[in-house]
């Protein structure tokens, strides 16, 4: 990995991306010369917006973020994924024990795929910890305030959605 080559990617479905994920997003593209966010589908998750939606807001969020930052939708293994944008390592972010064991699950999974990736596991800013997407969703659709946990816009844009939901299902 040279200087002007180091490539990673942070891979996610961002469903809606938290200021956990900005946090990472941050901190992440400080550590390579290219941060490729990585935004997917996830069969076992049931989105609350389309792949469309989220690599929007995801890239509208970024904008202001220092560094040399791509987003791209992937439908594939990770790995696949990583070998395909150059990336050398995989930034993943940790909130818990529980996402560790998890992770650590993954990453050497993916080792065994591709041997020249690296997983590089970043903490969760402490305030930051308890946030999941999947926690900010039901917290929305039961109409709790989700503004600590995901930048304004997207705040907007679930509340929109969980609206729309709302008319739908009456």
Do not use: C
């Not at 891979?11 to 938290?18: E, H, I, L, R, S």
């Not at 969703?137 to 969980?162: H, M, N, Q, T, W």
């Amino acid at each position: 990995m040279s200087g002007k080559h180091r490539i990673g990617v942070y891979p996610g479905t961002f469903d809606p991306v938290t200021l956990g994920h900005m946090d990472i997003i941050r901190r992440g593209a400080t550590l390579v010369d290219r941060l490729v966010i990585g935004v997917t589908t996830n069969p076992s998750k049931s989105p609350m917006f389309t792949l469309d939606e989220r690599m929007a807001t995801v890239r509208r969020e970024v904008e202001g973020v220092e560094g040399d930052i791509a987003v791209v939708s992937f439908d594939s293994l990770l790995m696949d994924f990583a070998q395909a944008q150059g990336a050398r390592v995989i930034v993943r972010g940790l909130r818990a024990v529980a996402d560790f064991e998890y992770e650590y699950q993954m990453a050497g999974m993916n080792q065994q795929l591709n041997r020249h990736v690296e997983t590089v596991f970043l903490m969760a800013d402490v305030a930051l910890q308890p946030i999941a997407s999947r926690l900010v969703k039901e917290i929305a659709l039961y109409g709790g305030d989700i503004s600590r946990f995901v930048p304004a816009g997207v705040r907007d844009e679930v509340a929109a959605r969980v609206e729309e939901v709302g008319r739908k299902g009456s």
